[in-house]
């Protein structure tokens, strides 16, 4: 399988915050980010696997800035790793300035989804090449962030690296 690039999964959404989707304080729901992010970054395992694609998990998320209600968001999400079957996206959410037009960063997240055939079992993705400062950061961290979820699962003692190696080649 020939390895892709990041770039080749990015996915960019692009919408307004409208009154429906707002709290009391006229801020975005959470709920309703995550959902746009789940969007985003489900459009980019499957751009990266060309495969069915469903969310394993929401790895982390940070609500760094409230998103106010009439705000232009952007979801800019991409693979950031892939390992057998499963892939991490790194999701940046930026809020646009009315005036300016400058672009500043409100959130972050990192879901992590497995790509899938027609009767839900799981099946093999193309490596990803990283090739920008950026996605080689965060290629090197989604390592890490797996050997902690297997450490922390028990399925991976902390300084077993061989057989840690072997589930990631």
Do not use: C
């Not at 500043?104 to 799981?122: C, L, M, Q, S, W």
């Not at 989604?142 to 072997?166: C, H, I, Y």
């Amino acid at each position: 399988m020939q390895a892709k690039t990041p770039g080749e999964s990015r996915t960019i959404m692009t919408d307004l915050v409208l009154p429906s989707e707002t709290n009391p304080l006229n801020n975005l729901f959470g709920g309703e980010l995550l959902a746009r992010m789940d969007r985003a970054a489900s459009i980019a395992a499957r751009r990266h696997s060309r495969r069915i694609v469903v969310t394993a998990s929401v790895n982390h998320v940070a609500f760094n800035r409230a998103v106010p209600l009439g705000s232009v968001v952007t979801v800019d999400a991409a693979v950031s790793r892939s390992f057998k079957s499963s892939m991490e996206v790194f999701i940046d959410v930026w809020i646009e300035d009315r005036e300016s037009g400058s672009r500043t960063k409100a959130n972050e997240a990192i879901y992590t989804f497995v790509a899938v055939d027609e009767t839900g079992r799981p099946v093999a993705v193309p490596p990803l090449k990283p090739e920008t400062d950026l996605e080689k950061s965060r290629f090197d961290a989604a390592l890490r962030r797996k050997q902690l979820s297997l450490v922390l699962a028990g399925k991976m003692k902390p300084n077993d690296a061989t057989e840690l190696k072997a589930l990631f080649v």
